[in-house]
């Protein structure tokens, strides 16, 4: 399979990018999440290359593109104005766009800006919403037994309790899997830590960050292209999160992965590319 890679000039640095596949149907860029938790973790959507391109790229400040310090470049904005090089730096014409936690509210606040050649969405696993997240995140801590939920809520992250709790949290609600595969292990050594806590904050369960009250969803009626929602049963972001959202765009569906969480591309990957490529095929 034909792979290209390069770097693009944007305010602040460059960052790197990987074409793969050939030239076929409209190409389908992905966003990663995080913020600053860079693409290789990402690996199966490179199934989607067998009929069109697919197009990774690290936002700047993580993973192989140019780090930074500054906070000043760690917004939403910039983030949005960097996508927008790297599709104008590409000759992308028309192009789908499929974002991942932290993507998908990168991808909504892309699609509001209403720039040509969109031609549709896949908001998987979808942070779109703050308050929602927030709020569901209390819904999930209710489900785990009374002494994790309080070692969350009420002890330091360097305690054992805190520790112990997390990763049941985690195991539960993100990853799903004994082991992580060796991609997501690369993701792991080339995150930015200082990023994703500036944005978000070091607790998952609460913003504290930047993106405290960062809500696109209320824009929704805004979207004219279709939209794929696609999450796991048991998934941080939640069904019951991603159906409020598909209820409020005017084009969308909504696909639950029964036996994934947050990564449903690695719990159930044959399933989840089969949705994805049947989606992208439907609109060309």
């Not at 801590?141 to 805190?162: F, G, T, W």
Request: glycine share 6%.
């Amino acid at each position: 399979m034909n792979k290209t890679e390069g770097f693009i000039s944007v305010e602040g640095g460059k960052v790197w990018y990987q074409i793969i596949g050939d030239q076929g149907n409209i190409p389908l860029i992905v966003l990663h999440g995080g913020p600053g938790y860079p693409h290789d973790y990402l690996e199966p959507l490179e199934d989607s290359a067998t009929n069109r391109q697919v197009i990774f790229y690290d936002q700047l400040g993580c993973g192989n593109s140019d780090k930074t310090t500054d906070p000043v470049l760690w917004t939403v904005e910039n983030f949005v104005k960097e996508l927008c090089q790297v599709i104008e730096t590409l000759k992308l014409e028309k192009y789908h766009i499929l974002g991942h936690s932290w993507g998908s509210a990168l991808a909504v606040a892309f699609a509001l800006t209403k720039l040509k050649g969109l031609t549709s969405l896949v908001l998987s696993d979808p942070y779109i919403s703050t308050p929602i997240w927030e709020k569901e995140m209390q819904r999930l801590l209710e489900l785990l037994p009374d002494d994790m939920r309080n070692a969350l809520l009420n002890n330091k992250k360097e305690s054992d309790k805190y520790k112990q709790a997390s990763k049941e949290f985690y195991h539960r609600f993100v990853w799903r899997m004994n082991s992580y595969p060796e991609s997501c292990k690369k993701s792991f050594k080339k995150k930015n830590a200082d990023l994703y806590n500036y944005m978000w904050g070091p607790e998952e369960f609460q913003a504290t960050g930047t993106l405290a009250n960062f809500d696109p969803s209320l824009q929704f009626s805004e979207i004219k292209v279709p939209v794929l929602l696609i999450c796991g049963r048991y998934d941080e972001a939640t069904p019951e999160s991603c159906e409020y959202f598909r209820n409020r765009i005017s084009n969308a569906k909504l696909e639950i992965l029964e036996n994934s969480a947050h990564f449903p591309f690695w719990n159930e990957r044959e399933k989840y590319m089969k949705i994805v490529q049947s989606f992208l095929n439907d609109q060309v």
